[in-house]
């Protein structure tokens, strides 16, 4: 029993040490990803329903890496949170949609009140040079703060309540709307929306898939969290929404704005124009 056990724990060593070695190779690519233009932009449009318009977007992350091919942020998320990395690389992804969306807003088919949603993440939350990143980047680019709309979840409202309280009162003094992204997922107390400068809650997609069949208790919690934000006057989106079913079922609800694969996957800049051209609801 003894040799096995040390041969498991050699081997469980060995395959830490090559798992370890493995995502260093990764955190020194995605170091020189950002200077070797690997890293771009998708956007996925949001939807407002009742007027059948385009009311905005979500800026997500793309890594076309040069060998492993694309990488979903999933997988490289968490290493440039932990090496630091997100902190250039969020300012990058700020930049470029808030450049994007002043393209957007100057051709005038596409008109005014055009938003674009940008994820931080808990360490850009925590980062004291936030603020003025989302001022130098506001100036830069001419985006009215009101556009901009900045993601934030609920774990990272918990874990640190006081600095993320001032962090985004600063913020929302600037104009800028933020979003509760993955709402009713974070095992949070209500409480922090009482005190919290939120504007929108989005609802997370394990809530919607489930009106597919109109399962009754996942109707009644999204039935619940709109009327909070009725309650609140907080707006509301509906994220992953990929069949007519839920649309349908959601528009019932009242939940005007959405977001999923029934209406468009997360496109490349360039192919907005013509997806616009070709939006039908
Ligand atoms: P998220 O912010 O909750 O973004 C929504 C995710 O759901 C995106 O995945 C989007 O492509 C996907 N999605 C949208 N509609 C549908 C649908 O109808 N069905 C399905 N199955 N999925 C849908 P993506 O792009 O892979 O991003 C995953 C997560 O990575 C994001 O979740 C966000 O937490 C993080 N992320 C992405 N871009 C950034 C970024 O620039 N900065 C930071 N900090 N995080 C980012
Ligand atoms: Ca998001
Ligand atoms: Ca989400
Ligand atoms: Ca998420």
């Not at 798992?19 to 070797?36: I, Q």
């Not at 690389?89 to 100057?106: C, D, S, Y």
């Not at 709309?149 to 003094?173: C, N, P, Y």
Request: glycine share 8%.
């Amino acid at each position: 029993a003894m040799t096995s056990g040390r041969g498991q724990s050699s081997l469980y060593a060995a395959e830490t040490h090559q798992a370890s070695s493995d995502r260093f190779k990764l955190e020194l690519e995605l170091a020189r990803a950002l200077d070797n233009g690997e890293l771009r932009v998708f956007y996925q449009p949001i939807i407002e329903l009742s007027t059948r318009d385009v009311s905005g977007f979500e800026a997500l992350i793309r890594w076309h890496h040069p060998t492993r091919g694309l990488i979903p942020p999933m997988d490289f998320i968490p290493i440039a949170e932990e090496s630091g990395l997100i902190v250039p690389i969020g300012q990058w992804v700020l930049r470029e949609a808030a450049a994007q969306a002043m393209r957007w807003l100057e051709m005038e088919e596409h008109g005014r009140g055009l938003t674009m949603a940008v994820n931080l993440s808990i360490v850009q939350l925590r980062d004291p040079g936030l603020l003025g990143n989302v001022l130098e980047v506001l100036t830069k680019t001419g985006l009215d703060p009101h556009s901009l709309h900045l993601e934030i979840t609920e774990s990272m409202v918990i874990h640190d309540f006081e600095t993320a309280l001032d962090t985004l009162h600063a913020l929302h003094a600037l104009g800028v709307q933020l979003s509760v992204d993955d709402f009713g997922t974070g095992y949070a107390a209500l409480g922090y929306l009482r005190t919290m400068p939120v504007q929108t809650l989005k609802i997370d997609k394990s809530f919607i898939d489930p009106l597919v069949g109109h399962d009754p208790r996942s109707l009644s919690i999204v039935e619940a969290i709109v009327s909070l934000a009725r309650a609140l006057d907080l707006d509301v989106i509906a994220e992953g929404v990929e069949s007519v079913e839920q649309m349908v079922e959601l528009q019932r609800i009242g939940t005007h704005l959405c977001q999923g694969y029934l209406f468009s996957r997360p496109l490349p800049a360039e192919e907005i124009p013509s997806w616009l051209r070709e939006f039908r609801l």
